[in-house]
Each structure stands twice: as C-alpha cells, then as structure tokens.
C-alpha cells in the first residue's frame, strides 16, 4: 500500500510505522498479560485530535483517486 504514496508518505511511513507500532504494543498491549494503563488510554480516546481528523475525514472525496 505504501508504495502507490508520494515519495515523502513512503518515507514518513517506513520510518514512522515501526515506532507507533512499538509504542502501541508496549502501552495498549503490554506483554506477559500485565493490564494495561488505563489512563494512557483514556487520554488517548479524548484527545482533540480526533476532531480534527473527523473533520478532514469528512473533506476526503467520496471516490479513491487513483493516479497511473
């Protein structure tokens, strides 16, 4: 999927993907079974962010653009 992006998204991308999963698995799954941090979580779920991303969300075209 990467590969049909820009040029800067496959780099953002291949750089960035491995530490957001790394930070993923070590917050919201956390290993030998130990709970995880509630209130990480939390934060995260009500973080303005998400209202911001809705609202481009809602700006994406209704079809993908597929440019050859």
Request: aromatic share 8%; proline share 9%; glycine share 4%.
């Amino acid at each position: 999927m990467q590969n049909n992006c820009s040029r800067t998204a496959r780099l953002g991308a291949r750089r960035w993907g491995p530490r957001f999963q790394a930070a993923y698995a070590q917050i919201a799954c956390p290993a030998a079974g130990l709970p995880a941090d509630e209130a990480l979580l939390t934060a995260f779920d009500t973080h303005p962010v998400h209202e911001a991303l809705s609202a481009a969300a809602k700006l994406r075209p209704p079809v993908d653009i597929f440019v050859a």
